[in-house]
């Protein structure tokens, strides 16, 4: 009964910011990667920026520099700060985490929230 539940999206003028919540929930003994992905319709997922637990950040060459991962594993919340925003950054951004329950090591998906980014 795990759940990541987004939140955060909404209408953005070009060259504005948002902040991603991502929120994990359920039976959970730890979390491994966590990370943020999006989709256009007609086009294949693609990853965004993704953190360890440790720290270890990764991020797609579109977002470098503008866009910012962390999380806080107390919390088990993960959070995508989003700066300089561009049009072609619409999209729906998707959560993912790798958790640890007590007897397996899965992957979790969110259903996503839109970032709408338009003048």
């Known amino acids: 009964q795990v759940q990541l539940v987004e939140s955060g999206g909404a209408l953005v003028q070009p060259g504005g910011s948002l902040r991603l919540s991502c929120a994990a929930s359920g039976r959970i003994f730890s979390i491994n990667t966590m990370g943020w992905y999006r989709q256009v319709p007609g086009k294949e997922r693609e990853l965004v920026a993704t953190e360890t637990r440790g720290g270890l950040t990764n991020y797609a060459d579109f977002v470098k520099g503008r866009f910012t991962i962390s999380r806080d594993n107390a919390r088990r919340t993960a959070y995508l700060q989003m700066d300089s925003l561009e049009p072609e950054d619409t999209a729906s951004y998707i959560c993912?985490?790798?958790?640890?329950?007590?007897?397996?090591?899965?992957?979790?998906w969110g259903r996503g929230t839109q970032v709408t980014v338009s003048s």
């Open positions: 993912n985490a790798n958790i640890l329950t007590a007897t397996v090591a899965s992957d979790y």
